[in-house]
């Protein structure tokens, strides 16, 4: 018989909610507006009941959250959202409420670790255990495996606030992270590209010299991330990457400053498959939700 | 009945050899320069071989190796030196010389993840399942843990080759590393403080404002790897940390840099047990060969 999972996408603006054993076997799904906590997790519990009743019972379901979330199995406030400005949702208890809605076993990791996972179990990263997965959009995130863990030490990843070098001469814009200005996130995002020219990055034709600063922050943080822990490949999703011309000025300029140091043919020839897009498409989220539960009863 | 193990702390200058249970039962110990490969792994074998006749058989030995080296184990060359510029050194199987020699399993790893594992298994790393080591010296390497795994994807972490923010005005100096001029390793490694002061940095007195420099390019780099991968600690040896003096400038930049993005007590008040210099001292690298024997049969 067939395990089916639940799986919920859980962003700042909807959820998407899903039942599935695969991405080829998706039941039922539904989205829906977020709004205060405890109608929003109402609003998934109920669907995770008619999706029994219809379907048969659920092994467990996970949850790609927003964050900042407290993800360390120990801690009072494991499973909970932590600081977010969001009105009612600071300090929320989601699995909690959630599992008191449903009594299924409840995984729980960030948004972008979630579509990591669905990325290694259907997509991109199918076979590997070190890779990183990459959102380049509203912001910049990154999450992924390490022989086959999660990062979740202290708290978890904020790629997209490493520091890089930034030439003021090339490009005077002082970046528009509120917490570090010229980080990644700052230099790189889709609000940072439509700042600085002030044109959405949608709009942006590809030959505008933006794409060529674009992919020179971006090159510089995954030559930053390479370096750091040594992945067998990364996946660059997110708005901003379905510029797909970004992919062969960030995989050359990758090169270009790695120059020769990591001896190895993936990187040195086999960059197109070193660098992709992410291939489970517009059920990436709530996929990556899957792999959690998947994940959670592992 | 104590289980011994073997260990190589295998430098490019000379070999150190040990044969103990834990730092408190160190049973013997050799050191000697590394010459030919034949000769250097057959003194290492002798050694082994008398520890054994005085002490009974050994149930591992651990390899902490200079590099590059080859950690895939699915690879025809696992268990080499590789691409290293040391004469007769390059593409030199010394897993396999060793195993040839004393039958026996053999662990293996870089200098510095050999290093981490020690601090993991009797030092400043005690009880973490996600920490960096970063030694500051002639070269910058770093290794570690995420969940109790080893950073082996596509080779290793070259964590001294991370890229920074350079601000040129304040420091002119365009960085000595020959591949990437002024990554981390090009601005902070001993020989980088040597050449743009012109005297040796164990020379430069406290006050000297090379420190503040120092540890600016310190702080960015440790900020990028407490994004990119969250560790619980992050642990500083090498000879270029023991001018302690250092360890309270680098802590505060690395408060001043994160700005309180990352909320965690951890940074936000114990930082000066989150960032510590190592502690087990003058045996750190054989005790790390040590604890990869160990882990070899785990």
């Given at each position: 018989?067939?395990t089916?999972?639940g799986?919920?996408e859980a962003g700042?603006t909807?959820?998407v909610?899903?039942?599935a054993?695969?991405?080829?076997?998706i039941?039922?799904r539904?989205?829906f507006s977020?709004?205060?906590?405890?109608?929003?997790?109402?609003?998934?519990?109920n669907?995770?009941?008619?999706?029994q009743?219809?379907?048969?019972s659920l092994a467990?379901?996970?949850i790609?959250?927003?964050g900042p979330i407290?993800?360390?199995?120990a801690s009072?406030?494991?499973g909970y959202?932590?600081?977010t400005?969001?009105?009612g949702?600071?300090?929320f208890?989601?699995?909690?409420a959630?599992?008191?809605?449903?009594?299924v076993?409840?995984?729980f990791?960030?948004d972008?670790?979630?579509?990591?996972?669905?990325?290694?179990?259907?997509?991109?990263?199918q076979?590997?255990?070190?890779?990183?997965y990459l959102?380049?959009?509203t912001g910049i995130?990154?999450g992924?495996?390490?022989?086959?863990?999660?990062?979740?030490?202290?708290?978890?990843?904020?790629?997209?606030h490493?520091?890089?070098?930034?030439?003021?001469q090339?490009?005077?814009f002082?970046?528009?992270?509120p917490?570090h200005?010229?980080?990644?996130e700052?230099?790189a995002?889709g609000?940072a590209?439509e700042?600085?020219?002030?044109?959405?990055?949608?709009?942006?034709p590809a030959?505008?010299?933006a794409?060529?600063?674009?992919?020179?922050?971006?090159?510089f943080g995954?030559?930053?991330?390479i370096c750091?822990?040594?992945?067998q490949?990364?996946?660059?999703g997110?708005?901003v990457m379905?510029?797909a011309?970004?992919?062969?000025l960030v995989?050359?300029r990758v090169?270009?400053?790695?120059n020769?140091?990591v001896q190895?043919?993936h990187?040195l020839?086999?960059?197109d498959?070193?660098i992709?897009?992410?291939?489970l498409?517009?059920?990436a989220?709530v996929?990556?939700?899957i792999?959690?539960a998947e994940?959670?009863?592992?």
């Open positions: 018989m067939t089916l999972f799986g919920i700042g909807k959820f909610c899903a039942v054993s695969s991405p080829q076997d039941r039922l539904e989205e977020t709004t205060t906590p405890a109608e929003t997790v109402d609003q998934a519990v669907f995770f009941r008619r999706a009743q219809a379907h048969g467990g379901v996970g790609a959250s927003f407290d993800l360390r199995p009072p406030t494991y959202i932590t600081t400005p969001k009105p949702w600071a300090n208890d989601i699995v909690g959630l599992r008191r809605g449903i009594a076993p409840v995984g990791d960030t972008v670790n979630g579509a990591a996972l669905g990325e290694w179990r259907w997509g991109a990263a076979g590997l255990n070190t890779f990183i959102t380049i959009g995130g990154g992924g495996l390490v022989d086959g863990r999660r990062m979740h030490g202290l708290v978890h990843p904020e790629m997209g490493v520091r890089l070098p930034h030439n003021w090339a490009d005077p002082p970046g528009n992270c917490y200005g010229d980080c990644l700052g230099m995002s609000p590209i700042k600085r020219w002030g044109q959405r990055a949608s709009s942006l030959g505008h010299p794409w060529a600063i674009e992919a020179e922050y971006l090159a995954l030559v930053n991330f750091t822990l040594s992945p490949r990364l996946i660059l997110g708005g379905k510029q011309h970004l992919f062969p995989r050359r090169q270009e400053l790695l020769a140091y190895d043919a990187i020839e086999q960059i498959e070193y992709v897009p992410p291939t498409g517009a059920q989220g996929l990556g939700a792999a959690l994940q959670a009863i592992a």
